[in-house]
Structures are given as C-alpha cells and as structure tokens.
C-alpha cells in the first residue's frame, strides 16, 4: 500500500491546542496548536476554528515536503520524532 497524503489526513494523530490570554490592552489572545508526532507542524490563529482549518493546511504541507523529499513521516503515536519537552543538563556534578 502506496501511503500518500490522502492516507497520513485520515490518520489520527494527537493535537494539542491552547488558548494564550492578552498579557495587555495592546494585545489580544490567541489559540496555539500543535501536532505532537510531527515536528515543526503547528498553527497560530485568533479563533479556534480557524486555528483546525490552519492546522490541517500545515499537515498537507508538512506530508507534501517529507513525501517529496523521502523523509519519515512519523504513524500517529510515534513519538520517537519529537523533541524533549524538558532537557537536563549536568555543569560540573550539579544537576539543573
């Protein structure tokens, strides 16, 4: 089975949004979503329902540029793409 775009838009893969409140008068709030299993795929946009219209135009191009390309394009609950929400590092024994 050949997978193609049509076969990764059907896929149920895990998303995410938020909704960012106006840190001031001169700001308004925002929505914020991402596609946990896709790097890179997220959309920003004033209302919810635009933000799934534009997530869905990022999926497609996300599957268009990783199909051109040859890249993997990660199944949905495959987190083995995705970077850690949380790095530690070590400086000199202590741990931050």
């Given at each position: 089975?050949?997978?193609?775009?049509?076969?990764?838009?059907?896929?149920?893969?895990?998303?995410?949004?938020?909704?960012?409140?106006?840190?001031?008068?001169?700001?308004?709030?925002?929505?914020?979503?991402?596609?946990?299993?896709?790097?890179?795929?997220?959309?920003?946009?004033?209302?919810?329902?635009?933000?799934?219209?534009?997530?869905?135009?990022v999926?497609?191009?996300?599957?268009?540029?990783r199909?051109?390309?040859g890249?993997?394009?990660?199944?949905?609950?495959?987190?083995?793409?995705?970077?850690?929400?949380?790095?530690?590092?070590?400086?000199?024994?202590?741990?931050?």
């Amino acid at each position: 089975m050949t997978k193609d775009i049509a076969y990764y838009m059907i896929q149920n893969y895990n998303f995410i949004a938020e909704y960012v409140p106006p840190r001031d008068d001169n700001q308004s709030g925002y929505y914020f979503g991402v596609v946990e299993e896709l790097p890179g795929c997220h959309a920003i946009s004033s209302t919810m329902v635009d933000l799934l219209k534009d997530i869905e135009e990022v999926k497609i191009a996300y599957f268009e540029s990783r199909i051109v390309n040859g890249d993997l394009i990660p199944e949905p609950g495959d987190m083995s793409q995705r970077r850690p929400t949380k790095v530690r590092i070590r400086i000199e024994g202590s741990t931050l």
